[in-house]
């Protein structure tokens, strides 16, 4: 708060007290200045050797190279990209419908009873730890999913997509309700005065007027489940591969290995050329550029839709 | 124009498509909530079935444990949740509190066991206190003299603590004793107060250094907190003196139990003490009193199961999850696997980044909330200050874990996987976290209490001090622990920094080379034997998801009860 101290000599020690004030002051400042530290380190430091990388192969090799093999330095992105494309893409169409459903729940339906046990309850999906996911796919669900009859590799995408789909579940469902809940409840009663039903406001006052929240939200979770390592990193196999267009419903079945577990899979390898270990900074940095940019993008959005209805 | 009669009602009214199409909608959203919860939860009964294999019991051992704890416990649990809910919460704070004890006993027998001896934490101590008070006599001595006092506040605690390297200064000085004819033998480094301590031919034994540097100051202030809250200075000394007491009883019973006197002090301290002043709390109030029957039930229900179970000659179960796991350190083979020195790495991690973290994340929710301008350039700054820690908070951790990579091992060099740099590293990454919950808890500091301070002539880092913070700590509280339950399982930045797969030994330095749960947790899930994936896995993974457990359990009784207050 801005309130401005009072006059200096009502107290015994002005001069000490008043150069000790300045000093909390940027003492604090710099803490605060700590977040641009790390960013800017991240940065530079990721930057520094995935330029190194950048000399020694040609960019435009390394982003549309269709094939990964750091022992014959062959180093194309688009193999680990149609890894991490994946997981998203299947992690989306488990987390999305559900997230959004559980928001309209929580905001619309639900008793505060319900509420009170239900939120706390996706809240602690969040908490787990992604390795425990990991584990979860590796050891049960993949196992599931071969006596369900599925031709499911041990390492396969599928798993590690669901678990990584019912881990962004949280996110999706408790931004969204939040933009739920924000909708005036003018609305909710003019749509009401005009005859509609609970869920023709739901759906059709509701979740629009909520729609860019909940497209935030959307947005969030994908830059998560692109980040997401741990769970890929046990569940989904260690073979850069391309994505099969020709059979599609095949790739859900076989193991990829998406950025973040290629990063893990370099930087634990016993023996790496320098230019391989340098590759790690290049996916790094990719990965760290698009993960940003939706941030800011759902920041955005978020940022607008908040000036709608405050 | 008459109105219409309510009987006729509108269009839809009794069009059972419409309600159905709603039911369904409503019961479609209902299913997608559960949908999650549901699995996890159904994943999680298998992970503790092949942690705990009850199965493996004979049938006459669960049901006698059916019989004298499951069924008591749940009567009594449907009992406080229809009829009495205020013992409710005294039978879940009751259960709670002495196994949050036991996690800090843990913590710190780790602390003592393997990090300092007692005799180092005794000397620590010491000096801190001798540097404190040092820079207060300064502040009384020469209270104007600002800037001597920054150099008080800096040096005192580093000559205590470190003592001064060799220097220059050092010379300069001892040449300037040689010529008076003195000889200090300064020559390499000055010595530290807490050196010189450790060098004493004679110290006190490990107990009462105990008694003096962890008993009374923690019995101290719970002294002070049971003072304040009933405005009784002799209740707070009777907390004092009782736990004394009962800490010196340790000398006689901690032997005696076969537990060690230093684990006894511990446990009084961290588990009964806490325990103590609640249940007297709650005596006293007189309120919720028939809950303090849960954990009498629960303890006597296990004696009770046990002797019986002994003289019928059921076996029990043979779980994977058990003293020895909690115990010894990993093996090639499954049954002598344990989780032990991964558990002190994970301690230690979280002890470098309770130092690291939660000041400058303190801090720097505290110039956002209460100094930052919201015009000019310094503004701007300020706005970009915060939308950087709001996309912080969405970098993957796999960069963090690359970012401790380059700074810390490439940069400075420091060594790969040591317990100082996987905290600094998972540390960076909770900062956003521990940030924004911070600035969270102290913008609901209300800003009447502000200007009532300042009205009082308080400067404002008095009034952020003595007004804002204390007002604000629960919630802080609750933010950062719940950030250290996040920073405990993750598993990405520990691969990056090359935390070691498995040690043996747990580490006694914080530039050892470690190994943290979840990094333990991942080795063994590349494990291909099925004892391996199915037993010491499924027993690790409940032991890390237990500690989060208590951890958040822990944030959400603190959460409560500032909302109930505040």
Same mark, same amino acid.
């Not at chain 1, 998203?88 to 729940?105: C, D, N």
């Given at each position: 708060?801005?309130?401005?101290t ?5 107290t015994?020690?002005?001069?000490g ?29 990721l ?11 040609n ?6 190279g ?12 688009l193999?680990l990209?149609?890894?991490?494309l994946? /997981? $998203?893409?299947i992690?989306? %169409?488990? &987390?999305?419908?559900? !997230? ?5 729940? +929580?905001?619309e ?6 509420r ?17 996911y990991?584990?979860?796919?590796l ?6 999913l ?11 995408i599928?798993?590690?997509?669901i ?35 609970k869920?023709? /406001? $739901?759906t059709?006052?509701? %979740?629009? &007027?909520?729609?860019? !929240?909940?497209?935030?939200s959307?947005? +969030? ?21 391309m ?13 990829y ?41 759902s ?6 839709y908040?000036e709608?209805?405050? | ?5 309510p009987?006729?009602g ?5 069009s ?106 005794f000397?620590?101590l ?13 502040g009384?001595l ?20 470190f ?10 000085v ?5 010529a008076?004819g003195?000889?200090?033998?300064l ?6 107060l ?24 923690v019995?101290g202030?719970?002294?002070w907190?049971?003072e304040q809250?009933?405005?009784?200075r002799?209740?707070?000394?009777a ?17 005696l ?21 609640y249940v ?7 309120e919720?009193?028939?809950?303090l ?8 229900g296990?004696?009770?199961?046990s ?49 690291t ?28 200050i915060?939308?950087?820690?709001g ?7 796999v ?48 800003d ?26 629960p ?59 199915h ?6 993974v ?22 109930r207050?505040?």
């Amino acid at each position: 708060m801005s309130t401005e101290t009072p006059g200096p000599n009502i107290t015994s020690r002005p001069s000490g007290r008043a150069a000790r004030e300045r000093m909390y002051r940027y003492v604090l400042l710099l803490c605060a200045a700590a977040s641009i530290l790390v960013t800017v380190s991240i940065v530079v430091l990721l930057a520094r050797d995935a330029i190194t990388f950048f000399t020694l192969v040609n960019p435009v090799d390394f982003f549309t190279g269709t094939e990964f093999l750091i022992s014959r330095n062959v180093y194309g992105l688009l193999p680990l990209l149609s890894g991490t494309l994946l /997981v $998203t893409v299947i992690s989306a %169409v488990i &987390a999305l419908p559900t !997230g959004v459903a559980a928001a309209v729940y +929580l905001s619309e339906y639900a008793s505060d009873q319900m509420r009170s046990v239900l939120k706390p309850g996706l809240e602690i999906l969040a908490g787990i730890p992604t390795v425990v996911y990991g584990i979860f796919a590796l050891v049960y669900v993949t196992p599931f999913l071969q006596t369900i009859g599925l031709p499911v590799n041990t390492f396969n995408i599928l798993s590690a997509s669901i678990m990584v789909g019912i881990m962004i579940i949280p996110m999706v469902s408790s931004l969204s309700e939040d933009a739920m809940s924000s909708v005036p409840d003018s609305l909710r009663q003019a749509g009401y005065g005009m005859g509609a039903t609970k869920f023709e /406001v $739901t759906t059709g006052v509701v %979740v629009p &007027a909520a729609a860019s !929240g909940i497209f935030s939200s959307f947005i +969030l979770a994908l830059s998560r489940a692109i980040g997401e390592t741990m769970i890929v990193v046990v569940a989904a196999g260690s073979r850069p591969r391309m994505l099969n267009l020709s059979d599609p419903l095949a790739n859900l079945f076989q193991g990829y290995q998406p950025m973040t577990a290629a990063m893990v899979q370099i930087n634990s390898a016993d023996s790496v050329s320098q230019l391989g270990f340098t590759s790690l900074f290049a996916i790094g940095l990719t990965l760290f550029v698009i993960t940003f940019l939706l941030n800011l993008l759902s920041n955005r959005i978020a940022a607008r839709y908040r000036e709608e209805y405050e | 124009m008459a109105t219409r009669e309510p009987e006729t009602g509108w269009h839809g009214e009794n069009s059972d498509v419409n309600h159905l199409r709603g039911r369904a909608f409503e019961a479609t959203c209902l299913a997608a909530t559960a949908f999650g919860l549901v699995s996890v939860l159904l994943l999680l009964l298998f992970v503790a079935n092949d942690a705990f294999r009850p199965f493996s019991a004979d049938a006459g051992w669960l049901a006698t444990y059916a019989a004298t704890v499951l069924v008591p416990l749940a009567a009594l649990a449907v009992y406080y949740y229809r009829l009495d809910e205020p013992a409710g919460e005294v039978a879940y704070v009751t259960s709670g509190l002495p196994v949050v004890g036991l996690l800090l006993t843990g913590g710190f027998a780790v602390l003592f066991i393997e990090l300092l001896s007692v005799l180092e934490w005794f000397a620590l101590l010491i000096s801190l206190v001798v540097a404190g008070g040092l820079i207060v006599a300064h502040g009384r001595l020469r209270p104007k003299a600002a800037l001597e006092r920054l150099a008080v506040v800096l040096l005192a605690p580093i000559i205590t603590v470190f003592g001064l390297p060799p220097t220059r200064f050092n010379w300069f000085v001892t040449d300037a004793a040689a010529a008076l004819g003195l000889d200090f033998g300064l020559y390499y480094r000055v010595i530290s107060l807490r050196e010189a301590i450790m060098m004493l031919p004679f110290v006190p034994t490990d107990w009462v250094m105990l008694l003096l540097t962890l008993v009374l100051p923690v019995a101290g202030a719970a002294g002070w907190f049971v003072e304040q809250r009933r405005e009784s200075r002799r209740d707070g000394l009777a907390v004092v003196g009782l736990t004394a007491a009962v800490a010196v009883l340790g000398v006689v019973a901690g032997p005696l139990l076969g537990i060690g006197t230093d684990v006894w002090l511990l446990i009084v301290t961290f588990a009964v003490l806490p325990l103590g002043v609640y249940v007297e709390g709650v005596l006293r109030r007189g309120e919720g009193v028939r809950g303090l029957a849960f954990p009498v039930a629960a303890v006597l229900g296990v004696v009770v199961g046990s002797v019986v179970t002994g003289a019928l000659g059921f076996a029990g179960p043979d779980p994977w999850l058990d003293w020895g796991f909690l115990t010894s350190a990993t093996s090639r083979t499954a049954a002598d696997a344990g989780i032990y020195p991964s558990m002190v790495g994970s301690v230690m991690m979280i002890i470098v980044i309770v130092l690291t973290t939660f000041p400058v994340g303190v801090g720097a929710a505290i110039y956002l909330e209460e100094y930052a301008p919201s015009q000019g350039l310094m503004g701007k700054f300020v706005t970009l200050i915060e939308i950087n820690i709001g996309n912080l908070a969405g970098v993957p951790s796999v960069v963090y874990g690359l970012l401790g990579l380059a700074l810390f091992i490439r940069v400075l060099q420091w060594p790969q996987g040591s317990v100082i740099v996987a905290g600094l590293a998972v540390g960076l990454l909770i900062l956003p976290i521990v940030i924004i919950s911070a600035q969270e808890a102290i913008r609901s500091v209300p800003d009447s209490f502000r200007q009532a301070s300042y009205g009082m002539g308080a400067t404002r880092w008095q009034t952020i001090r003595q007004v804002v913070l204390p007002e604000a700590l629960p919630g802080i509280l609750t933010g950062t622990i719940l950030a250290l339950g996040r920073a405990i399982g993750e598993t990405a930045p520990l691969l990056m920094i090359g935390a070691a797969a498995s040690v043996r030994l747990a580490p006694n330095s914080f530039f050892d080379v470690a190994s943290m749960m979840p990094r333990q947790i991942f080795s063994w899930s590349s494990e291909l034997d099925p004892s391996f994936r199915h037993g010491v896995l499924a027993a690790g993974v409940i032991t890390l998801l237990a500690v989060l457990l208590v951890m958040n359990a822990t944030a959400i009784v603190i959460r409560n009860r500032y909302q109930r207050t505040g």
